[in-house]
């Protein structure tokens, strides 16, 4: 177990990771990154992962590294994550995790479920089957099959539903009878400061809509249109990242482009929503910044777990 790491967790457009550069560059870290959309290599400008130009000014860990055509998990992050904790250890550097995704942030404070692996002929069965199948109706399938985890999981959310599928399927049980006992944390939570950033939600909601338009200046059609050139399976994560399905709508055709943004748009803010419920009820430790308390309140908790003030 890794003792020392600095937390930064937040909604999207929140300004965690240039919060998190900062840190890394007074403390003499390295940012390491907990969000599970900015591991894919084809996504920089539609999950807004750190430019070529960030990257260089501060050492970036576990970002870009994943495929887009990989159904990279908790726990494959987890197995990522201890390699680079131990790494950074012997080096003597503190790691400076921050990213949007707040399981992350709880597996490794906390560790996780011990959930049979599934092999890669059953995945390919359970998502062959659903080629084409509308969220809603999996949701449905799986109800009949395992009532007790469909009733824990939203039915437009296709890629727990799936993992929900193919956990029944390899092991004829359901998957919350494996939600028990857990791994041990990657990280002590009593001597990692841990912070949430939580903007006023309209500035984070103007946030969402600017950054998503600069995404689209920047380059984000072209990033989408490349990856739907790959002709990847759409239950992939990669896939279902804020704004891609409906850019890729818009290249077929299927919607305008303003429709394609609107919705973009749409689905980050309420994505951003349920980061502030998962903050509230499953990451007790984290103390809640905002505005003008922010470096305030990192110097101050930092002090608190044994920890020099970060200025």
Known sequence: MSSRAILIAGPTASGKSALAMEVA?????????????????DLRIITARPTPKEECAVEHLLFGHVDAAVNYSVGRYLADLAQTLAALAARGVTPVLTGGTGMYFKAALHGLSDIPAVSAEIRA?????????????LHAELAARDPETAARLRPTDPQRILRALEVFAATGKPLASFQGPRSAPLLDAASCPAFFLAPERETLYARIDARFDRMMESGALEEVAALRDRGLDPALPAMRAHGVPHLIAFLDGRMSREEAILRGKADTRHYAKRQFTFARHQLPGFAWLSGDDVWTGLDGACATRDASPLI
């Open 25 to 41: 560059k007074r403390v003499g870290g390295v940012v390491v990154n907990a969000d599970s959309m900015q591991v894919y290599r």
């Open 125 to 137: 069965q359970v998502r062959e089957a659903a080629q084409g199948r509308l969220p809603q109706e």
